[in-house]
């Protein structure tokens, strides 16, 4: 039965959505003000320090691994049948402190290391419309 | 006349990993039995204050499931271990500022049988879980980001937190370890503990991952059951039957909107603001406490939230322990009672209900000797709180 599981779909409201538009049509954007350019994860509406309007602005996709964790116990489903899997936190370049959790693709758990560099990888994600922001070690 | 806030009853059910009781029912005899250790009367309450996320029993009907008519003030928090100081502590400003006289803390949950913490879908052995069903579940707020990747459930976001902790300070799974074998010593004395079987290192890295860091002695144990006490006034207390427990502080703190994934410094938690203003609150130094019912949801957060309050120096926390610092004949005896990674998850109320216990001087053979003072801790990462009790008035 757990081979039919589906992982956890995302539920996006009018804050969110541009998100998860732009990942399906290949791109990671992630919120920005308009009038301080402040990066702002999870998006706003508006500008947390000042207040301004913000949209979804395209990022590189590219960053390093603040932190991680190695699961191996089966507790979220779509997940029970793939362990062990890595989730990292992802601090992206953009701006200092500006997060993204995630799931590393095709990694051997023992070869990741906090500050590695890491690349987007965008997936769809089982079960429904949406595809999802994954990454991978990188060179640079 | 003083209206200075004390905890004057306590009660609580049997921990159990089935207690094939409604919630309603727990709360109602842990509610019965800490209005009896206090020697009130059902009407002599008029105050209700409960936290609660996921399992728990409202409580407007547990006062009434107890014969409680008239209440004058009635809260319920909605949210987790964090709170479970601050409901203590609000009680008292409800008490202080004369809202009522006194109030019923409770909090009662089947968190193993029914609705389960460590897993996303919530199932218990009564439940099921998702894991069967045909549709996925939807997940909104900012978890919408993580839940896709299978990263929603705190024993995995407190074991990426962990790891920073070892990358920056070199701690180490023994560190870690040997506050999880510390505590089980503990529970080994603890009769209403659902875990009292020994351990040592060897059995500790012997236990199976959940997720690396943490293996399943970091983790708290999920159980069955209710706690409640009793917060009314010095005065009121005055002719009453227990030894009242004074509660002399309490600071809280949330930061960076309580997200965990944007919290800046995964080494640190709540504490660290906390930690400070409680001291200054208390008049009193860290190395004042004689108990520390530290909230140990997991290993982890007790050794990020015993440098926070600053109990021990950052990156020391395993060797303060190995060196039995943390126990009897130490410094400070934390979690007397084996902590919710012994005695069972009851979301941090029991750790109050032990340190008064032991402020009353009544904890039997795990009674730490002239405990006078004690600091009691709710939650981890970015939200939480610290208390200090102190015996008598
Ligand atoms: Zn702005």
Redesign the pocket.
């Known amino acids: 039965m757990t081979t039919t599981s589906l992982p956890p779909q995302p539920k996006p409201n009018l804050d969110t959505e541009g998100f998860w538009q732009a990942t399906k049509s290949g791109q990671l954007s992630i919120c920005r ?6 990066w702002l994860q999870p998006p706003l509406e508006r ?6 309007t ?1 949209r979804f602005e395209a990022v590189s996709g590219k960053g390093s691994i603040y932190s991680f964790v190695v699961v191996r116990h089966g507790a979220v489903p779509g997940y029970l049948d793939t362990l062990p899997y890595v989730v990292a936190i992802i601090e992206l370049d953009e701006q200092v402190g500006l997060r993204l959790p995630t799931r590393l693709l095709d990694v051997a758990p023992e070869t990741v290391e906090i500050g590695q560099r890491v690349a987007v990888q965008l997936v769809d994600l089982p079960g429904g419309e949406f595809r999802v922001a994954c990454f991978r070690q990188a060179s640079d | 006349m003083s209206r200075k806030p004390v905890i004057c009853g306590i009660g609580r059910t049997a921990f159990s990993r089935n207690s094939e009781r409604t919630t309603l029912a727990q709360a109602a005899e842990a509610a019965r039995t800490a209005i009896t250790d206090a020697g009130m009367l059902a009407t002599d309450i008029d105050g209700v204050a409960c936290f609660a996320m996921g399992d728990s029993a409202p409580g407007m009907a547990v006062a009434h499931a107890v014969g409680i008519d008239d209440l004058n003030w009635n809260m319920e928090l909605f949210g987790g271990g964090y709170f479970a100081t601050s409901v203590v502590a609000n009680a008292g400003m409800a008490v202080q500022t004369g809202a009522c006289d006194a109030v019923l803390v409770f909090r009662s949950l089947n968190g193993r049988s029914g609705k389960r913490y460590g897993r996303a879908d919530g199932g218990g052995t009564k439940n099921g879980s998702a894991a069967t069903s045909r549709t996925a579940m939807q997940v909104g707020g900012e978890r919408q980001f993580a839940a896709p990747h299978g990263y929603m459930t705190p024993p995995q976001w407190l074991a990426l937190w962990c790891r920073q902790h070892q990358h920056r300070y070199g701690s180490s799974c023994e560190d870690l370890g040997q506050i999880a074998i510390t505590q089980r010593q503990h529970a080994e004395n603890n009769p209403h503990a659902v875990q009292r079987g020994h351990i040592d290192m060897q059995d500790y890295l012997a236990g199976r991952w959940i997720n690396e860091p943490f293996r399943v002695f970091d983790c708290a144990l999920e159980v069955d059951g209710a706690v409640a006490m009793i917060v009314t006034t010095e005065e009121r207390a005055r002719d009453l039957k227990q030894t009242p427990v004074s509660v002399v502080a309490h600071a809280e703190y949330t930061g960076h909107g309580g997200l965990m994934d944007q919290w800046p410094d995964y080494t640190t938690m709540y504490s660290e603001k906390a930690g400070p203003l409680l001291w200054q609150r208390a008049g009193i130094k860290p190395n004042d406490v004689d108990i520390a019912c530290m909230y140990d949801c997991f290993t982890y957060t007790v050794m990020a939230t015993m440098e926070g309050f600053g109990l021990c120096q950052r990156g020391e926390v395993g060797s303060f322990f190995a060196a039995g610092r943390a126990t009897y004949g130490g410094e400070v005896v934390v979690n007397p009672h084996g902590g919710l990674l012994s005695e069972g998850y009851i979301h941090g109320l029991n750790h109050t209900f032990e340190a008064v216990l032991q402020l009353r001087n009544q904890a039997e053979k795990r009674q730490v000797e002239g405990a006078t003072t004690a600091l009691v801790t709710a939650g981890a990462g970015p939200f939480g709180g610290g208390m200090i009790l102190r015996a008598g008035v």
């Not at chain 1, 003000?33 to 402040?38: D, R």
């Open positions: 003000c308009q009038e301080c350019q402040l500008c947390r320090q000042c207040g301004a913000t």
